[in-house]
């Protein structure tokens, strides 16, 4: 069996295996899911899930892709922004938004970051 921090790949549907850290190490949440544009092949945000206890009280937030960075030795990604950043960022509890160019143009506004344009990607 390949020792998981060794592989380079990772299934989307294995995505939520993926622990999220802060810059300091601490424990944030973890990988929900990636957001993949389905004509370039490309992630252009990881939406994390934080909180809740046994699938209960989680919340969803969308992070553009560029915000996270990956630690191999740890096998984690680490959000680059203050946690307080993050939490206070666009997100839901239950139902998922319409993630359409508005919603896109929301994301990147508030992580003050370029806005992918999907509507041409």
């Known amino acids: 069996m390949t020792d998981p921090a060794t592989q380079r790949l990772i299934d989307s549907n294995r995505a939520d295996a993926m622990k999220v850290k802060s810059r300091d190490g601490d424990s944030v949440g973890s990988v929900h899911a990636f ?10 945000y990881a939406v994390l ?9 989680k919340a ?3 992070l553009p892709f560029g915000l996270l960075s990956f630690d191999a030795t740890s096998d984690t ?3 680059t922004i203050d946690r307080r950043v993050l939490e ?15 919603y896109a143009d929301r994301v990147a506004k508030y992580y003050d970051v ?8």
Not at 114 to 121: C, F, H, Q, T, Y
């Open 49 to 57: 899930a934080i909180g809740g206890f046994l699938g209960i009280g």
């Open 35 to 44: 957001m993949i544009d389905k004509r370039s092949g490309r992630t252009l």
């Open 114 to 121: 370029a806005v992918e344009d999907l509507s041409v990607i």
């Open 60 to 62: 969803f937030y969308p």
């Open 88 to 102: 206070g960022g666009p997100s839901w509890a239950n139902t998922a938004p319409v993630f359409d160019q508005a």
């Open 77 to 79: 990604y680490v959000v």
